[in-house]
């Protein structure tokens, strides 16, 4: 076996009960769990009680997301399963700064919550939505996307899908032009245009709370959303940024495949990450821990 990859999820994927069952078979999973609830009390009863609806909002699913990522890492390195290099998507890449060691797990949670809420205002501010547009070349996208006032390619997830960010007043009309090319437009179930314009005023107030924080050299190579490549320079750049520009998930999964990650193991809810990483690389492995039942399939898969 070659590399191995922890790779954590991004919003849109949260559901009712998630890490429950993580809880119940990993002490390690607990704990994560207990130390959330110390400095965000309810947490935990969010996670496993809340409904759908409260868990969509932006200030609940990023830390409640954040926790049960961080929960099926501790599971994982609880099993004695490390990685060899790490990335998040969008508010996952808050749990890999956190997982690789970058900063400590409280930290991360203060920033996470801080993000949460700070990007749901953004959104409340403007009338704004998110598309997955599948069956487009970049290039074609790009330029359809300059035909709007406030339509943006945002997300670049795998070869034929790209996420993009506009204005609800003109999504419809965005929709059918991408249906006349060809494509096909998906709405996210996000509440917001996040990695746009829209959220300049989140980045601006979030680069006040990185100010505070103090980042250590990560365990091991810690990919950038910004870029597509390992983290270097001003870590706390990178991460207000990042609000606001695209994800270059295609390029960070691809830089970890010629580094030499041939496993992958998507942490935190859903199989969203596996599904871009399959559709960009072949002859690879995919795993996912969301569960008691994922955690297991994992370790018996990787010979823990």
């Keep these: 076996m070659g590399q191995v990859a922890f790779v954590f999820a991004g919003q849109g994927a949260q559901y009712p009960g998630m890490g429950r069952t993580l809880c119940e078979c990993s002490a390690a999973a607990a704990e994560v769990f207990r130390r959330a609830d110390a400095i965000r009390p309810g947490t935990a009863d969010m996670c496993f009680s809340g409904t759908a609806e409260a868990l969509a909002e932006t200030r609940n699913t990023q830390p409640?997301?954040?926790?049960?990522?961080m929960a099926a890492y501790a599971a994982l390195r609880e099993a004695g399963i490390s990685a060899d290099a790490m990335a998040g998507f969008s508010l996952g890449e808050l749990a890999a700064l956190a997982a690789s060691g970058a900063?400590?797990?409280e930290a991360g949670l203060g920033l996470v919550i801080r993000r949460g809420a700070l990007m749901q205002e953004s959104a409340e501010r403007a009338e704004s939505a998110m598309a997955a547009v599948v069956g487009m070349a970049p290039d074609a996208l790009e330029a359809l996307c300059g035909n709007y006032q406030q339509v943006y390619p945002v997300n670049y997830n795998c070869p034929g899908q790209i996420a993009v960010s506009g204005a609800k007043a003109e999504m419809d009309a965005f929709k059918?032009?991408?249906?006349a090319a060809g494509g096909r437009a998906i709405p996210l179930r996000v509440k917001g245009g996040f990695h746009s314009p829209f959220m300049a005023a989140a980045a601006e107030g979030f680069a006040a709370d990185l100010t505070a924080v103090e980042f250590a050299s990560p365990?091991?190579?810690l990919y950038s959303d910004c870029t597509g490549l390992p983290y270097e320079g001003d870590f706390a750049a990178l991460l207000q940024k990042q609000i606001v520009s695209p994800v270059r998930w295609q390029s960070i999964v691809e830089h970890m495949a010629?580094?030499?990650v041939d496993t992958f193991i998507e942490l935190g809810p859903g199989s969203?990450?596996?599904?871009l990483i399959s559709k960009t690389l072949?002859?690879?492995r995919t795993l996912r821990v969301?569960?008691?039942?994922?955690?297991?399939?994992?370790?018996?898969e990787v010979g823990a």
């Design 290 to 300: 969301e569960d008691a039942d994922t955690l297991a399939e994992t370790l018996k």
């Design 258 to 260: 010629a580094n030499g």
């Design 282 to 284: 072949s002859g690879v």
């Design 64 to 69: 409640c997301m954040y926790t049960v990522e």
């Design 103 to 105: 900063v400590s797990f």
């Design 219 to 221: 365990a091991v190579p």
């Design 272 to 275: 969203t990450l596996t599904g």
């Design 176 to 179: 059918a032009a991408v249906k």
